[in-house]
């Protein structure tokens, strides 16, 4: 009998090339969900991104759960999550660095006006136009100073805007001023021209964006979610920006994902949408990744990412 441990990968089938090359040669076997075989009682680790209710309680002899984002709510989620199992978020520095560049890129296509240059190439009319607001005068919100919160305020605050960040606890971070908890949130959105969403979702922060936040953010605000679709309300924002108090938005996730064909936020003028790819995990890093907290655990070391069931990141 085979003493190596077993690690169930729990993604489409499909996926399946993207990732069982980059497992060979691990000192453990890998099994695939919904093609493999298996015995619920020999699976050591899982690594999955949204498992399916009830899987992973029936897999008892589980040491640890791996997710493949940094977000674990989809795990959370599960009425029947075992939580006795240790869970670990999955950290990468050019994932972190990566959603920083979308922020970032998303930030400045709306403070330069970049769209309405785009339309008037388009008529191939000279459209010439000073900015309306100093990048010194424009206040950058961040809503949730983690790892990847805390690198997109350093690199806004480098382009030399005004940076602040929201979250449970205070923080210190270069460049960044720190707003915490509930009696300081209505003062952190009062100074927000962008509000930016990169909190965990959490009980406590599931449709955090909504009509009560919009209204505190000053007229002409402009909000980008590329934490969770969950903490928005999508009708809220559609409200906010037809009634003219947002000036716009950028989503790169929704409530329901792939969003239908038939959802407004597809269509209306004031809203980029993009399918949920500001920060794409890549296999191979996450194989190595892997590898290596899978070394760690069977060495009896805790995982340094694993996850505060009580916070619920």
């Not at 959105?189 to 955090?208: N, V």
Request: hydrophobic share 45%.
């Amino acid at each position: 009998m085979s003493t190596r441990p077993t690690l169930l990968l729990v993604v489409p089938v499909a996926w399946a090339p993207l990732w069982m090359p980059w497992f060979e040669g691990a000192p453990f076997d890998v099994l695939l969900h919904d093609l493999d075989a298996y015995d619920p009682k020999a699976i050591d680790y899982t690594l999955s991104f949204r498992p399916p209710f009830g899987l992973l309680k029936s897999l008892t002899n589980l040491k640890t759960i791996f997710s493949l984002g940094a977000g674990v709510d989809a795990f959370l989620a599960d009425p029947e999550f075992p939580k006795s199992v240790p869970l670990v978020r999955f950290v990468d520095p050019q994932l972190s660095t990566e959603m920083a560049q979308y922020v970032v890129m998303h930030v400045l296509l709306q403070h330069r006006h970049q769209r309405d240059f785009d339309a008037a190439q388009a008529m191939a009319k000279w459209a010439q136009r000073m900015l309306p607001r100093k990048t010194a005068d424009t206040r950058i919100g961040i809503l949730g100073l983690g790892e990847i919160g805390t690198v997109a305020g350093e690199r806004l605050s480098a382009l030399g805007f005004p940076v602040h960040g929201w979250s449970r606890t205070r923080k210190t971070a270069p460049g960044i001023q720190s707003f915490a908890g509930e009696s300081e949130f209505a003062s952190f959105l009062g100074q927000s021209d962008f509000l930016i969403c990169l909190l965990p979702l959490t009980k406590e922060t599931r449709g955090i964006l909504n009509a009560k936040t919009f209204a505190m953010l000053p007229e002409g605000a402009y909000v980008i979610n590329v934490a969770r679709g969950g903490h928005l309300v999508e009708p809220d924002l559609i409200a906010a920006l037809d009634s003219g108090h947002l000036g716009g938005a950028t989503l790169d996730v929704f409530q329901t994902e792939p969003l239908p064909g038939d959802n407004p936020l597809w269509r209306h003028p004031k809203i980029v949408a993009t399918p949920h790819i500001a920060a794409i995990s890549d296999p191979r890093v996450t194989a190595n990744y892997i590898i290596d907290s899978i070394a760690l655990v069977e060495r009896g070391e805790r995982h340094p990412n694993t996850v505060d069931m009580g916070k619920g990141y």
